[in-house]
């Protein structure tokens, strides 16, 4: 592996505008391997640390480091290759499905395109596809379903060797039963992986080695499930609703 996906977040304070701060003061260590989530609600700044951990904005104030490199010194295609990502909103482009599948991953052979769509739940509807992993998906997958589309992007994830993933909201558009399905995927997704997740479903964060809560862009609370349901803050009050 080309990087062993340690991310760190320091002092991290960011807005998209001036005068505006989304992000204030953001402390983050995800040590290899561990699957940290973000929580809070709407508006918090939960998307906003990933789009920053991406490099889709460049940050003012403190520093983002991946195995201790500022992320402003590791080339974009280098950060492209080692972030694997399924977001809120889904990007496919116009090509074959599998050629979506294996984007990134342009040497993988049919069988790795396969076996990543059956993680992922998408082999069954796929097959069904007019020309299967042939049909040619039309701009940004408008032929599609919103929650197959989010399918596809969780089989380019999978097929992905990057040692850091981010998952934000992936599973928000698939329905209740295909969710059920997938969560053992999903964990395979996960496992070696430095994780970084946000999910509405509490139950999908439970898990985590760290559970980060976000509040107007500030992090209030920070522990694994049962540290915070101990302290009965905000977290355990998101939890028992
Ligand atoms: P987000 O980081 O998008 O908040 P969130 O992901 O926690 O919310 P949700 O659960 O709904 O997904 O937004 C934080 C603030 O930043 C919010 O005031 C909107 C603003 N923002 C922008 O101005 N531009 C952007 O591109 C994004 C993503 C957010
Ligand atoms: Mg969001």
């Given at each position: 592996q080309l990087i062993k996906g340690e991310v760190t977040l320091k002092n991290v304070t960011f807005g998209y505008v001036p005068g505006k701060t989304v992000l204030k003061n953001i402390n983050v260590k995800a040590k290899p391997g561990q699957k940290i989530a973000f929580v809070g609600s709407t508006g918090a700044g939960k998307t906003t640390i990933t789009n920053l951990i991406n490099r889709f904005y460049e940050i003012e104030e403190g520093e983002i480091l991946i195995d201790g490199i500022n992320i402003k010194n590791i080339k974009k295609?280098?950060?492209?290759?080692?972030?694997?990502?399924?977001?809120?909103?889904?990007?496919?482009?116009?090509?074959?499905?599998r050629e979506n599948i294996r984007y990134g991953r342009p040497d993988a052979t049919d069988e790795e395109v396969i076996t990543a769509a059956k993680i992922a739940c998408a082999h069954s509807f796929i097959e069904r596809l007019p020309q299967g992993y042939d049909t040619v998906l039309e701009g940004?997958?408008?032929?599609?379903?919103?929650?197959?589309?989010?399918?596809?992007?969780?089989?380019?994830?999978?097929?992905?060797?990057a040692p850091i993933l981010i998952l934000d909201e992936a599973t928000s558009s698939v329905d209740t039963r295909t969710e059920k399905h997938i969560e053992r995927g999903m964990d395979q997704l996960m496992k070696n992986r430095t994780t970084f997740v946000i999910a509405h479903r509490l139950s999908t964060v439970r898990n985590a080695d760290q559970i980060i809560v976000l509040e107007h862009g500030e992090i209030i609370e920070q522990g694994t499930h049962d540290e915070l349901i101990k302290m009965g803050g905000r977290y355990y009050q998101l939890y028992t609703g």
């Open positions: 295609d280098s950060l492209r290759r080692n972030i694997a990502m399924v977001l809120q909103d889904t990007h496919l482009f116009s090509g074959t499905v940004d997958g408008a032929n599609l379903s919103q929650g197959e589309r989010q399918l596809l992007n969780i089989a380019r994830a999978a097929i992905s060797k």
